[in-house]
């Protein structure tokens, strides 16, 4: 993992300094509320509708033992006891003091954290691969690149106020788990022809009130252009994305409206310009890589009877081990998921009490690293196998054991009309609904791999249109409704959800989503996914059910 430099930490340093002069200032009546707005949101602090929001970064989804206590830390001295994982990778507290934010990002420093461009118009926290670094079909961990971006994007000068906010997702592996192609500029390390790796570039994806999966603009890039080639697309973003319109400012209607060609072109002529001055050397990316060296695996031969017999004899331990670990490229080792999906619990929530614990196992069990997934989870991921049982019991004792990585009840789910000042609908209370509905493990596990994602207004925080079944809080008259669609995939196989009909009332919701998925049991071939019955019959049964009229 990669260690701050003394030059970063007073980078970071001098930042708090500044910020808490800024806030200062601000509860002086020195500044107004526009002129503090730009200010706190490059320090990562929305106004939300009961109190300020803080969102910690978290690069590239890692954390160490010490970081987590932090956060533990702050959870219970300046918020209301617990945090929030985001679907980028990032900690969010939601009861902060606005005069209280200097003091935690302050303590955040002193673990080499921050929240530095985690809002604004500039580029994001660079997100990757939950996986990275110890998933079986990896052909290089990206982890080292994206901390080379993050460290070119932080206080860049010529992008520091851009039309709108940019984000970069990285991917190392055969199977996109970053949904790089929803993202302004995607990046997938792959092998050409001569078997040399580079990456794949893709421009123009993302989200929000208009969907659009990005194109690839060069199929084979060496990686010492990566930083001269991604200054070449933001400047082009930079000198012609949209400032009249902030729902068309974003790179993805820039490139629509231009044409992958022509801009393209742009691009190519801007690098041109670039490409020779801003090279990424084999020694800085060999410096690079040794900061994620891989920790030091048994390397004689684990003797796993005991953890086979467990299995053998503990179905529930058996059951989680099925849905909540993922295989390692080292034998004798899995990444072990801890489910931030307790049926009672807001999807994505974690307590103090679990936080403090959650560090202690990764110190004992996983050399003191905790990973961010993009589906509001956490990972740890090098987990001996014999270490397993011990794990799963301790995190059974805490409700982060349930069972349901991949299925149903592993929903993404944004704040909604609870704390976000922007929604139009709930989404805490539906996902709490939906997950009483679908209270039977054998009922989700038998539908099998399934994502649920439920956003309560446009921007879609939680990604509702790459959801297999995706749910739009929308807002009619005062009253909370709810659009579905089906078929959409953040994965390789992009695809953005097709609307099945008009929207259903909150008090219909649920019972929609239960008719959505009677319907998928009943017409499903053998063995089949949910997407692949969506994709083979389309909406039209599922949109028969769900408007029948009774």
Known sequence: MYQYTENDQKLVDERVAQFKRQTEQYLKGELTEDQFRALRLRNGVYVQTHAPLLRVAGPYGLLNSKQVRKLAHIAREYDKNYCHITTRQNIQFNWPKIEKVPEILAELASVQMHAIQTSGNCMRNTTSDHLAGVCIDEIEDPRPYCEIIRQWTTLHPEFDYLPRKFKIAVSGALHDRAATQFHDIGLHLVKNDSGEVGFRVIVGGGLGRTPIIGQVIKPFLEKKHILSYLEAI??????????????????????????????????????????????????????????????????????????????????????????????????????????????????????????????????????????????????????????????????????????????????????????????????????????????????????????????????????????????????????????????GSSENNAAIGERLGPAVAKDKITQAIVDILDVYVKIRLEDEAFLTTVNRVGIKPFKEQVYAIS
């Not at 729902?247 to 801009?263: M, N, P, T």
């Not at 997934?373 to 987990?383: C, E, G, K, M």
């Not at 209370?429 to 207004?457: F, P, Q, R, T, W």
């Open 234 to 487: 933001l400047r082009i973003y930079n000198l012609f994305g949209r400032r009249d319109n902030k729902y068309k400012a974003r790179i993805k209607i820039l490139v629509k409206e231009s044409g992958l060609a022509k801009f393209s072109a742009m691009v190519e002529k801007e690098w041109a310009l670039l490409r020779d001055a801003n090279e990424l050397s084999a020694e800085r990316i060999d410096a690079m890589r040794a900061e994620f060296a891989p920790p030091t695996y048994e390397t004689e031969a684990i003797d796993n009877g005991e953890f086979e017999q467990h299995l053998s004899t503990d179905k529930a331990f058996a059951t989680w081990i099925k849905y909540n670990t993922a295989d390692h490229k080292v034998p004798g080792y899995k990444a072990a998921f801890i489910s931030l999906k307790a049926p009672a619990s807001p999807p994505g929530d974690i307590t103090d009490v679990q936080l403090d614990v959650v560090a202690d196992l990764a110190d004992q069990f996983s050399f003191g690293e905790v990973r961010a997934t993009h589906r509001q989870n956490l990972i740890l991921a090098d987990v001996k196998e014999t270490d397993l049982f011990s794990l799963w019991q301790q995190l059974d004792a805490l409700k982060l054991a349930t069972p349901n990585i991949g299925t149903a009840t592993d929903m993404i789910c944004c704040p909604g009309l609870d704390f976000c000042s922007l929604a139009n609908a709930g989404s805490i209370g539906v996902a709490k609904e939906i997950n009483e509905a679908l209270d039977d493990v054998d009922y989700i596990h038998d539908i099998g791999d399934l994502k649920i994602n439920m956003s309560g207004c446009m921007n879609g925080c939680a990604h509702q249109s790459v959801g297999h079944i995706g749910i739009l809080g929308v807002d009619k008259k005062g009253v909370e409704w709810y659009q579905i669609t089906l078929g």
